[in-house]
């Protein structure tokens, strides 16, 4: 299915049900998920034990033509499949076309040597990990584009009853990456099932101490609602919930109305 955004065809739960269903039926102990793509409930007696370290969290700008997405001419077309990175970049450029762009990610650099689109985003840690990164015209800066909850992190789950598996998935858990991911999905949870706004949030860590951003962006990119947190890593999800509180009294109820699936 091509031609439809992943939000209107079952969304993030696409990638992730026939490992939940084999992991429940005991066909496969453990299953190694793009966190990115890992819906916010869990099945029952499923839990997520373990985030392996964090790759490269920004996005990738991909053109065959310019530098940058600045440098992008007046009205030319960027391909993404992805509500977050298409509302951000209409924010920052109401002049370019945005389509919906699927396919696995030697299908988008095809279409793009093609001249499909003008330019692409891709996740750096998706490039990274394939051994594409060459093919990155520049990385976006976080402050230009807040990347995806969980960008970047590999989550790896298991039964809740599977005592083996918890005790080898601990070995593997990187504390760090499971703090920043906690508090970037607590966010979106929160945010979650109220509708399909686009979403972006970034936990870093320094020490103890973890510093927080979140926003909301309408589709169209008109309307941005950001804001940030300070505080202790003990208090991650808190601050990750307490985030999404305020952007929801902030936008208020029109926002979400606007912009729920027909």
């Not at 031609?3 to 084999?22: N, S, Y």
């Not at 993404?80 to 970049?89: E, F, K």
Request: hydrophobic share 45%.
């Amino acid at each position: 299915m091509q031609d439809r955004p992943l939000a209107e065809i079952g969304g993030k739960g696409l990638f992730t049900k026939e490992l939940d269903e084999a992991m429940l039926s005991g066909r496969i102990h453990l299953a190694v998920h793009s966190m990115k793509d890992v819906p916010t409930q869990l099945p029952d007696g499923i839990v997520l034990p373990c985030i392996l370290p964090r790759e490269d969290v920004r996005d990738a700008f991909l053109s065959l033509k310019v530098g940058s997405l600045a440098e992008l001419p007046q009205g030319a077309v960027v391909g993404t499949s992805s509500l977050r990175r298409g509302a951000q970049i209409l924010h920052r450029r109401p002049d370019l076309k945005v389509v919906n762009f699927r396919g696995n990610v030697q299908t988008r650099l095809r279409k793009l040597e093609e001249g499909v689109v003008d330019a692409t985003m891709l996740a750096m840690a998706g490039l990274r990990r394939l051994g594409l990164a060459q093919h990155a015209t520049s990385a976006l800066s976080e402050d230009d584009m807040l990347p995806a909850v969980a960008q970047g992190a590999i989550g790896i789950t298991c039964r809740a009853d599977d005592q083996a598996s918890l005790d080898y998935l601990a070995a593997l858990n990187c504390p760090d990456s499971f703090v920043r991911v906690a508090a970037e999905r607590a966010f979106l949870t929160r945010l979650d099932g109220s509708c399909r706004t686009p979403i972006a949030a970034l936990a870093e860590l320094d020490g103890d101490r973890l510093s927080f951003r979140g926003l909301i962006v309408s589709p169209d990119g008109t309307t941005v609602h950001a804001t940030a947190r300070s505080g202790s890593r003990a208090d991650a999800e808190a601050m990750g919930k307490d985030a999404a509180e305020e952007l929801i009294k902030v936008a208020g109820p029109g926002f979400f109305d606007l912009i729920k699936p027909h």
